[in-house]
């Protein structure tokens, strides 16, 4: 009954809505809304101005005066969003990632990012979380800001700027570098709590969206993974953070260091690939948000020890990341689409849907993962993450069915961000 109620006044505000030449009517074989797991053959969706005016069968839309975009053999889905990017970094199999941050100029990389924000927003992904500019200082701000202006042509992006590092625990060196060598940082180093608090006040009155911060990393006994901050400075971090309204996304892959980010009142939990069964209870527990990356694991196995996709079984590092990922979906962790696309190429963010499918997810689970789950997360959920009336009109269609082919991800034909088309079959 409540669905065909809902289904009704769809069909009532679609009779009534007026169209002009200035709306644009999308005419895909199957719509999937994010309302449920199934996409919904011979709907429409119309456009008006920047948002979705109505969505439901096509006989129900009467919009005479709208241009027609037709696209027989497609699935029209909300815009995706990936929570993990680096639109500063390119594939480490191009350029290592210390050659990136010392030999790359920020000029040079602010252009490279421009290129890797079109190409993400013409392949379906309409909005991006980018986590930290990795030694380009606060120039995602800038990007941003030319996205927004129309500059350049890019997703809506939420940033981070520099993130957050304990003295001497991230790249590049110090380790391996001369000890005279005053080498730029990949990101902004603190040491106490009142450092930490410093650096995030800093970063959030430069643009930052989000606050990063590394809860651990290879620092321990031989290059092994362990938690650089105390306690107290995770806390101190988080806690001023919330109380300037921005959420925090912590990179953790040791159990240890996960623990502690979740303990300290993290949002999102990026990597996991370490933490145990109890750690991910905790999450659970604690409602904290946890992106995977498991794509950046292929990459970096492919780059540096050899793996061939395709030909080869899985690695030591990828296994325990599929294990990772298992466990989470198990427990019911509130899982969203988080790639670290930076260290594979731009423009093949779909790789961690089709990733996330392979390791356990049903398609329209990591539809949702990359839609209306990655929204909430990004407290967004208001304003896009699903096909419905009085949304922002950000939307993707591709070849084929993604809810029941996910690697149909790989095949955009129409791109959308806030009413404005990006990609068309006639363009």
């Given at each position: 009954m409540?669905?065909?109620?809902?289904?009704?006044?769809?069909?009532?505000?679609?009779?009534?809505?007026?169209?002009?030449?200035?709306?644009?009517?999308?005419?895909?074989?199957?719509?999937?809304?994010?309302?449920?797991?199934?996409?919904?053959?011979?709907?429409?969706?119309?456009?008006?101005?920047?948002?979705?005016?109505?969505?439901?069968?096509?006989?129900?839309?009467?919009?005479?005066?709208?241009?027609?975009?037709?696209?027989?053999?497609?699935?029209?889905?909300?815009?995706?969003?990936?929570?993990?990017?680096?639109?500063?970094?390119?594939?480490?199999?191009?350029?290592?990632?210390?050659?990136?941050?010392?030999?790359?100029?920020?000029?040079?990389?602010?252009?490279?990012?421009?290129?890797?924000?079109?190409?993400?927003?013409?392949?379906?992904?309409?909005?991006?979380?980018?986590?930290?500019?990795?030694?380009?200082?606060?120039?995602?701000?800038?990007?941003?800001?030319?996205?927004?202006?129309?500059?350049?042509?890019?997703?809506?992006?939420?940033?981070?700027t520099?993130?957050?590092?304990?003295?001497?625990?991230?790249?590049?060196?110090?380790?391996?570098?001369?000890?005279?060598?005053?080498?730029?940082?990949g990101?902004?180093?603190?040491?106490?709590?009142?450092?930490?608090?410093?650096?995030?006040?800093?970063?959030?009155?430069?643009?930052?969206?989000?606050?990063?911060?590394?809860?651990d990393?290879?620092?321990?006994?031989?290059?092994?993974?362990?938690?650089?901050?105390?306690?107290?400075?995770?806390?101190?971090?988080v806690?001023?953070?919330?109380?300037?309204?921005?959420?925090?996304?912590?990179?953790?892959?040791?159990?240890?260091?996960?623990?502690?980010?979740?303990?300290?009142?993290?949002?999102?939990?990026e990597?996991?690939?370490?933490?145990?069964?109890?750690?991910?209870?905790?999450?659970?527990?604690?409602?904290?948000?946890?992106?995977?990356?498991?794509?950046?694991?292929?990459?970096?196995?492919?780059?540096?020890?050899?793996?061939?996709?395709?030909?080869?079984?899985?690695?030591?590092?990828?296994?325990?990341?599929?294990?990772?990922?298992?466990?989470?979906?198990?427990?019911g962790v509130?899982?969203?689409?988080?790639?670290?696309?930076g260290?594979?190429?731009?423009?093949?963010?779909?790789?961690?849907?089709?990733?996330?499918?392979?390791?356990?997810?049903?398609a329209?689970?990591?539809?949702?993962?990359?839609?209306?789950?990655?929204?909430?997360?990004?407290?967004?959920q208001?304003?896009?993450?699903r096909?419905?009336?009085?949304?922002?009109?950000?939307?993707?269609?591709?070849?084929?069915?993604?809810?029941?082919?996910?690697?149909?991800?790989?095949?955009?034909?129409?791109?959308?961000?806030?009413?404005?088309?990006?990609?068309?079959?006639?363009?």
């Amino acid at each position: 009954m409540r669905v065909c109620l809902k289904l009704l006044c769809l069909c009532l505000f679609a009779w009534h809505a007026a169209a002009s030449a200035n709306d644009t009517l999308l005419l895909p074989a199957r719509v999937w809304t994010g309302d449920g797991d199934l996409a919904h053959a011979d709907w429409a969706v119309l456009i008006h101005g920047n948002s979705i005016a109505a969505v439901g069968p096509r006989e129900t839309i009467h919009a005479d005066g709208a241009t027609q975009v037709k696209l027989p053999g497609a699935t029209l889905i909300p815009g995706l969003i990936d929570l993990h990017s680096h639109v500063f970094l390119h594939p480490y199999n191009e350029t290592l990632w210390n050659d990136q941050v010392l030999k790359e100029p920020t000029d040079y990389r602010t252009l490279e990012a421009a290129a890797h924000a079109r190409a993400t927003l013409l392949s379906g992904f309409t909005t991006l979380r980018d986590l930290g500019t990795e030694g380009a200082g606060y120039a995602d701000v800038s990007i941003k800001r030319a996205i927004e202006d129309g500059l350049i042509p890019g997703p809506r992006m939420f940033v981070a700027t520099r993130a957050i590092v304990a003295t001497a625990s991230y790249g590049p060196g110090p380790h391996g570098f001369r000890p005279d060598l005053d080498l730029p940082g990949g990101a902004q180093e603190v040491s106490g709590v009142d450092a930490a608090m410093r650096a995030v006040r800093e970063q959030a009155a430069r643009g930052a969206d989000w606050i990063k911060l590394y809860a651990d990393y290879r620092v321990g006994p031989g290059g092994d993974t362990s938690p650089t901050f105390t306690p107290a400075e995770l806390k101190a971090i988080v806690d001023t953070a919330h109380l300037i309204g921005r959420p925090v996304a912590a990179h953790a892959a040791s159990d240890a260091g996960v623990r502690m980010a979740v303990e300290a009142g993290v949002d999102s939990v990026e990597h996991g690939y370490g933490a145990s069964e109890s750690t991910f209870k905790l999450l659970k527990q604690h409602g904290t948000a946890y992106e995977p990356t498991l794509t950046a694991v292929d990459a970096t196995e492919e780059y540096f020890n050899h793996y061939r996709p395709g030909q080869d079984a899985p690695t030591a590092k990828m296994r325990e990341a599929e294990r990772a990922f298992r466990t989470a979906l198990k427990l019911g962790v509130t899982i969203g689409n988080g790639s670290d696309v930076g260290v594979f190429a731009h423009g093949t963010n779909w790789r961690e849907p089709a990733a996330m499918v392979r390791d356990g997810m049903t398609a329209p689970q990591a539809l949702h993962a990359a839609t209306t789950v990655a929204a909430k997360i990004l407290r967004q959920q208001d304003r896009f993450g699903r096909i419905a009336t009085g949304l922002r009109a950000d939307l993707a269609a591709f070849n084929g069915d993604p809810s029941q082919h996910i690697d149909d991800l790989a095949h955009p034909v129409f791109v959308m961000k806030d009413g404005t088309t990006y990609l068309a079959p006639s363009i």
